[in-house]
Structure formats: structure tokens, C-alpha cells
């Protein structure tokens, strides 16, 4: 897939999965079915802040939509390229430069099976989502961005049918995982 072309009717609005369901992050932790609802009935969409790389001084955009599907947590936004860093983003991302996402939250519920290396986070107060280089959950990613008119395009590294991604290289540890 060939990345995107600038193109000035680019709205800057953005899809994505910021979290898998039942798949193990490079922390090795999974995010239950369920683990975001009361964070989404409590805050909505406008109480997550959309940053840059987990910095809680670049806030890049605004979450319009946030809500958990069967295969995890999707996110529809718009990145404020009135912004310096919001313009740099929306270029990143149709360079294919970047895709990455990631969810910085605390822990509020979770399960360690005895034996397991493995920790099932049940209840989880999302506080942000960023839009990262290296994602600590590899297919966590912005799948497409939106135009004003024409189709929506795809991003490199997007999901694919049968809720698999391409492969990406893995990149060191950089989510914001309480």
C-alpha cells in the first residue's frame, strides 16, 4: 500500500483501534471486553485528551468518537492542524511516516491468572490516547483518514480483513500504562 498524498481537502479527521481485545502488548498485559465502558460513560470522548507521543504539553486534536466494537477500542478524531504539532502529525500520517496508537490510563481492575505472565485488565480510567511512534500494542493503529471529499484512504500498516494487521517492527517500550 503507498502512503497517502498530501491533498489540501484533507480534514485531518483520523480512525483507528488504540486497543485490541484479547491480544497481549509488548507489557504484557490484555485489555478485556468491557475494561473502557465505565471510563467512556464517565468521560466521554471529550474527557480523553488526544496528545502527542503520551506529552501532556503537545495536545494535537480532539476525540469525537470513542466506543468498544467486538474487536476492541475504536477512535474517531480531528487533528487541530491550527497547531504547529497537529500540521507535523497530519503529515506524518499521510507520509506513512507514523500510525501509531496508544492509550495511557490507570489501572483500576485486573487479573493475574496464577502462573501466567500475563495480566487481564478489566477496568481501566483512560485518561489519554496519543498518536505514537512505537505503540506498546504493535496493531494498535490509525487505519484511515478522512477527506472532505472522495473516499476515505487507508494508511500503510492498516487493518486488514479478518481483524489482522501488516507486521511492523517493534520498537522500544513507549505507552503510558498504569
Given at each position: 500500500m503507498t502512503p497517502i498524498r498530501a491533498d489540501p481537502s484533507d480534514t485531518g479527521?483520523?480512525?483507528?483501534?488504540?486497543?485490541?481485545?484479547?491480544?497481549?502488548?509488548?507489557?504484557?498485559d490484555i485489555v478485556m471486553p468491557g475494561a473502557?465502558?465505565?471510563?467512556?460513560?464517565?468521560?466521554?470522548?471529550?474527557?480523553?485528551?488526544?496528545?502527542?507521543?503520551h506529552d501532556p504539553a503537545e495536545v494535537i486534536g480532539t476525540w469525537l468518537d470513542l466506543r468498544?466494537?467486538?474487536l476492541g477500542l475504536h477512535v474517531r478524531g480531528t487533528l487541530n492542524t491550527q497547531v504547529q504539532r497537529g500540521r507535523e502529525a497530519l503529515a506524518l500520517l499521510r507520509?506513512?511516516?507514523?500510525?501509531?496508537?496508544?492509550?495511557?490510563?490507570?489501572?483500576?481492575g485486573s487479573q493475574?491468572?496464577?502462573?501466567?505472565?500475563?495480566?487481564?485488565?478489566?477496568s481501566i480510567d483512560l485518561w489519554e490516547i496519543s498518536l505514537v511512534t512505537f505503540p506498546?500494542?504493535?496493531?494498535?493503529?490509525?487505519?484511515?483518514?478522512k477527506r472532505r471529499h472522495g473516499p476515505t484512504l487507508p494508511l500503510m500498516g492498516?487493518?486488514?480483513?479478518?481483524?489482522?494487521?501488516?507486521?511492523?517492527?517493534?520498537?522500544?517500550?513507549?505507552?503510558?500504562?498504569?
Open positions: 479527521l483520523i480512525e483507528g483501534y488504540a486497543s485490541l481485545f484479547q491480544v497481549a502488548d509488548l507489557g504484557h473502557f465502558t465505565d471510563t467512556l460513560r464517565r468521560k466521554g470522548a471529550q474527557g480523553i485528551r488526544m496528545l502527542w507521543q468498544e466494537t467486538a507520509s506513512g511516516a507514523i500510525n501509531g496508537l496508544s492509550i495511557g490510563f490507570e489501572t483500576k493475574h491468572p496464577r502462573g501466567s505472565a500475563l495480566r487481564r485488565l478489566t506498546m500494542l504493535p496493531q494498535a493503529r490509525v487505519h484511515a483518514l492498516s487493518l486488514r480483513a479478518g481483524g489482522s494487521r501488516s507486521s511492523a517492527p517493534h520498537g522500544p517500550r513507549g505507552s503510558c500504562r498504569a
